[in-house]
């Protein structure tokens, strides 16, 4: 199993990529890892670290996409980036799936450009794990299409089940989608032709409010992109918001020194589940390949999450049994 890392994207390369690589080697014996970057810069961070040099390869990549630049004008214009060289290589059959965290605009574009989409897809899109009482459960479109036609939320709930089963272990997962009020006649007039078409799913339990995300009430969410991504940055917000407000809780109370630094223990140990570094990274679903985009702050520990969730989508053939679903 060959994954190719990204070793220049995302807020700290080439050290988070280059380590979070090598630590995903120690965890899973079966896989090699091709860094593509500039190739000095990667040797020279590669340096720094014990490992087992039969399993790391480098690819030079010497054009960097930056964070800030045009999604259509960098793949256009820096063909030896590494964003377009590992995807060119994957869609050459040279590794088994490409991850990265940098621009994720330039990702999802070069991902369907070069990939190209599996049969029978109308749009690619972002699937993310989003926090809930149950552990983490998936939310799609996370904000790659911020304009949906009715039949694409019964794509994008299909993909995501089958994503959510193969890859996130989820047994008989719940569809649902997010409305405005339970009741079939609810929303817009795009949401109501939606709900007709994910009728035709069944695992479709109906509409769900945004009250029922966080108690687990489905298992993959469904709306448009504008919806999933005001959720995505939503739900990044809820770890730090509930310390502040703990901490001023705290405060205020006439509680011992002890007895607080136990609260904010146990809440710390809480809302870990909610981190993101345990889930790494988050799939493009439709493309014809595993392309997965990590956040931009990634750590080594995220990094190393994403690479094995790459190795696991690519194991288990989930674009094979979405095109099964589909059909």
Not at 74 to 81: C, F, Y
Not at 167 to 176: R, T
Not at 291 to 297: A, C, F, I, P, R
Request: proline fraction near 5%; include cysteine; aromatic fraction near 6%.
């Amino acid at each position: 199993m060959i994954i190719a890392v990204d070793a220049a994207g995302g807020d700290h390369y080439p050290h988070h990529p280059v380590e979070g690589s090598l630590l995903a080697l120690k965890e899973n014996d079966s896989i090699q890892i091709i860094l593509l970057g500039p190739k000095e810069m990667v040797r020279e961070e590669l340096d720094k670290h014990e490992y087992d040099k039969q399993r790391v390869h480098i690819q030079n990549a010497p054009e960097v996409i930056e964070m800030s630049e045009s999604p259509s004008q960098a793949v256009k214009g820096k063909k030896k980036s590494s964003i377009v060289m590992g995807l060119s290589m994957h869609a050459a059959g040279k590794c088994d799936a490409f991850i990265s965290t940098g621009n994720t605009g330039a990702l999802l574009a070069a991902s369907t450009f070069i990939l190209g989409k599996l049969e029978g897809i109308i749009r690619p899109t972002i699937a993310t794990y989003y926090p809930t009482v149950k552990g983490f459960r998936l939310l799609v479109d996370a904000g790659a299409n911020l304009e949906l036609k009715p039949e694409m939320f019964s794509q994008f709930g299909t993909m995501g089940s089958v994503y959510s089963h193969e890859v996130m272990g989820i047994d008989e997962p719940k569809v649902a989608l997010l409305n405005v009020g339970e009741e079939r006649e609810k929303g817009t007039e795009c949401l109501r032709k939606a709900f007709d078409e994910l009728s035709k799913l069944p695992n479709f339990i109906g509409n769900v409010e945004g009250r029922d995300i966080l108690p687990g009430k489905a298992d993959v969410y469904v709306c448009d992109g504008v919806v999933g991504n005001i959720l995505l940055k939503f739900g990044e917000s809820i770890p730090d918001a509930l310390k502040v407000l703990v901490q001023s809780a705290v405060k205020k109370s006439n509680i011992d020194p002890e007895q607080a630094k136990q609260l904010l223990y146990i809440l710390n140990s809480a809302v870990s589940e909610f981190n993101y570094e345990n889930v790494g990274g988050i799939p493009f679903l439709g493309v014809a390949g595993v392309s997965m985009v990590g956040h931009g702050g990634s750590n080594p520990t995220a990094i190393k999450n994403m690479v094995l969730n790459a190795a696991t989508c690519a194991e288990a053939n989930v674009n094979d049994k979405i095109i099964a679903s589909l059909n």
